[in-house]
């Protein structure tokens, strides 16, 4: 594949965070990256080769910016999966391919792949949105259970825990998947690698913690504080899930350590992953340069930790709205092995992924006291 060339070009559906983390990765090999949304004034906007102003879930912007370029990869799930089918069909090398995305985009299709392919997860119900009204009186599902739409849910919106029938006001409109709720020890993700000729590699386990306001990621430790068994049956089971889906560059899988020691499958993303940027300053190879490599089918880079590390989501404080300021950022910098990254979103709101900081040390002790000292110092206001 001749993609060291000024000709060769990587072209990315979304422009938020993600694409310009990718950006910032194939600027290191000077490979153009092309990108399509619907402003410039976006993250990616600023560092991307080229940047095409459209909506990645337009048919006809899709088709017309992934004729450009050479190969069409994606940040976000949402997508218009006809134009990707169009495009296959006319020969252009799309990953992840639109088959599986068609899959991971519907909740409950994606479900029944684990259970069709021997992945461990959680029993569910699939139901339309009169049943999961009919699931609130307790005829349906016996609570506790979780609700998540089949489609459209992203950082923490579409999912709703029903304890009991005074819940009912909490469930969410749409088709939907309904899962018992299962008793957690902690939540865990691995991003499994694969290239096109069948290389596949994992990242270490992390661990994740969550905002209960926003159920948003809030911070991250890897390696995750689990036993070496737990760790290679993580990591095993993230690479069984990518080859299942046959997916070439990153799959992020997310998965449930359940207090009787078992793991499940809780669901997967084919992209750069929240759960993995503290792979650019914590592994010998970031989650961005991995998914390029894997898309261009070039040798998988090294997943070794290079230290630990703990990622803090910079989340937009609660009460605040407006243009941005980030209070204690200047103290953050003076911190050794503080890396902070601001993704260039103009205007916060409250529990707006606003940046994340990566934080390493010569031990997890040491990162996860000076972690929690960023978590004081550094907030997101207006």
């Known amino acids: 594949m001749r993609f060291l060339s000024s000709s060769f070009k990587v072209g990315v559906l979304g422009g938020g965070q993600l694409g310009k983390m990718l950006a910032q990765a194939a600027s290191r090999w000077d490979l153009p990256l092309w990108v399509l949304d619907e402003s410039r004034s976006f993250p990616a906007g600023s560092v991307c080769t080229h940047f095409v102003e459209g909506n990645f879930r337009d048919y006809d912007d899709v088709l017309r910016f992934g004729r450009q370029v050479d190969v069409l990869t994606i940040e976000i799930e ?9 495009l296959q069909d006319e020969g252009k090398i799309i990953h992840p391919k639109p088959e599986a995305l068609a899959i991971i985009q519907d909740k409950g299709l994606q479900k029944q792949f684990f259970f069709d392919h021997n992945l461990p997860t959680a029993p569910y119900s ?11 009186r307790g005829t349906w599902v016996p609570f506790p259970f979780v609700q998540k ?7 923490g919106r579409g999912v709703s825990v029903i304890r009991s029938r005074e819940d009912r006001n909490k469930i969410l409109p749409g088709p939907s998947i309904f899962e018992p709720l299962v008793s957690i020890e902690k939540e865990l993700a691995v991003i499994a690698a694969r290239n096109p000729s069948g290389q596949v590699l994992s990242f270490p386990t992390v661990e ?7 159920n948003l990621v809030e911070w991250l430790l890897c390696p995750a504080q689990i036993d070496p068994a737990l760790e290679q049956q993580a990591q095993e089971l993230a690479c069984r899930t990518i080859e299942a889906f046959q997916i070439s560059g990153l799959l992020a899988v997310e998965m449930f350590l359940t207090t009787e020691g078992k793991l499940l499958l809780n669901e997967v993303a084919p992209r750069p992953h929240n759960s993995g940027h503290q792979t650019i300053e914590g592994c010998y190879t970031s989650q961005f340069e991995q ?4 898309i261009l089918d070039l040798p998988l880079g090294s997943t070794r930790i290079k230290a630990p590390s703990v990622m803090v989501n910079l989340l937009g404080e609660p009460g605040f709205e407006g243009p941005v300021i980030y209070e204690g950022f200047e103290k953050c910098i003076a911190m050794e092995g503080v890396f902070p990254h ?5 205007v916060t709101k409250p529990f707006r992924k606003m940046g994340h900081v990566t934080v390493i040390d010569s031990d997890m002790e040491a990162t996860m006291e000076k972690a929690r000292k960023v978590q004081h ?6």
């Open 78 to 86: 949402s997508v218009n999966l006809e134009a990707l089918f169009q």
């Open 126 to 136: 699939l139901l339309d949105e009169e049943e999961a009204l009919e699931a609130a």
């Open 149 to 155: 739409l089949r489609k459209g849910g992203y950082d």
């Open 208 to 214: 994740m913690g969550f905002n209960p306001e926003a």
């Open 291 to 294: 998914h390029l490599r894997g």
């Open 342 to 346: 601001i993704y260039g979103k103009a």
């Open 377 to 382: 110092t550094l907030k997101v206001i207006a």
